[in-house]
T-cell receptor, first 112, second 115 residues
Framework: GQQVMQIPQYQHVQEGEDFTTYCNSS?????IQWYKQRPGGHPVFLIQ?????EVKKQKRLTFQFGEAKKNSSLHITATQTTDVGTYFC????????????FGKGTKLTVNP | NAGVMQNPRHLVRRRGQEARLRCSPM?????VYWYRQLPEEGLKFMVY????????ESGMPKERFSAEFPKEGPSILRIQQVVRGDSAAYFC?????????????FGQGTRLTVV
């Protein structure tokens, strides 16, 4: 079945440093979604990318969808302590299924 | 405008008991999805339901687990004869339409602990 892999699994940064997490799918995705989950919290939708090569920005966050629609990245510029949490990518498997296949996430900690 | 409501937030059950997890989707949403999350893991799809119908249950264990979404009332995820391995966070998400092209809103989850 489809697999979604994320690296790194953990990332520790000093406040002010940049952060990037990478997501790779074993199959082509119709779209990819990113979620953030704070410790003890629930996943919160951040963004959805649909088009090949698409780049979207939300303040300090930049999301990219690869040309082949099999990989994606999330980059945070100048991290803040409020960025702490686990970032998940997720995409629907081929065949039009309605479920999302999630990566294992990248857990970000920010030292003040 | 309440979001996706799940209850209880925390549930403790002894081995062999039944666990009932409830999910009320956002107003106007008729599509419900259940996911399970183990510690330090991503979310694993369990089941997708529309009102009165199970559309995709490919992620549901074959035994002891069942889900429903009746015409009236919340969606229920039921786990019979719980075992320690059932301890996890169970999240419900809802959407207004099929997931392709729309985002899912997650509830705050039910943390199930089996002792």
């Amino acid at each position: 079945g489809q697999q979604v892999m994320q690296i790194p699994q953990y990332q520790h940064v000093q406040e002010g440093e940049d952060f990037t997490t990478y997501c790779n799918s074993s199959t082509t995705l119709s779209n990819i979604q990113w979620y953030k989950q704070r410790p003890g919290g629930h996943p919160v939708f951040l963004i959805q990318l649909v088009k090949s090569g698409e780049v979207k920005k939300q303040k300090r966050l930049t999301f990219q969808f690869g040309e082949a629609k099999k990989n994606s990245s999330l980059h945070i510029t100048a991290t803040q302590t409020t960025d702490v949490g686990t970032y998940f990518c997720a995409g629907p498997p081929q065949g039009g299924s309605e479920k999302l296949v999630f990566g294992k996430g990248t857990k970000l900690t920010v030292n003040p | 405008n309440a979001g996706v409501m799940q209850n209880p937030r925390h549930l403790v059950r002894r081995r062999g008991q039944e666990a009932r997890l409830r999910c009320s989707p956002m107003k106007g949403h008729s599509h419900v999805y259940w996911y399970r999350q183990l510690p330090e893991e991503g979310l694993k799809f369990m089941v997708y339901l529309q009102k009165e119908n199970i559309i995709d249950e490919s992620g549901m264990p074959k035994e002891r687990f069942s889900a429903e979404f009746p015409k009236e009332g919340p969606s229920i995820l039921r786990i019979q004869q719980v075992v320690r391995g059932d301890s996890a966070a169970y999240f419900c998400a809802s959407s207004s339409n099929r997931l392709t092209g729309v985002k899912a809103f997650f509830g705050q989850g039910t943390r199930l602990t089996v002792v």
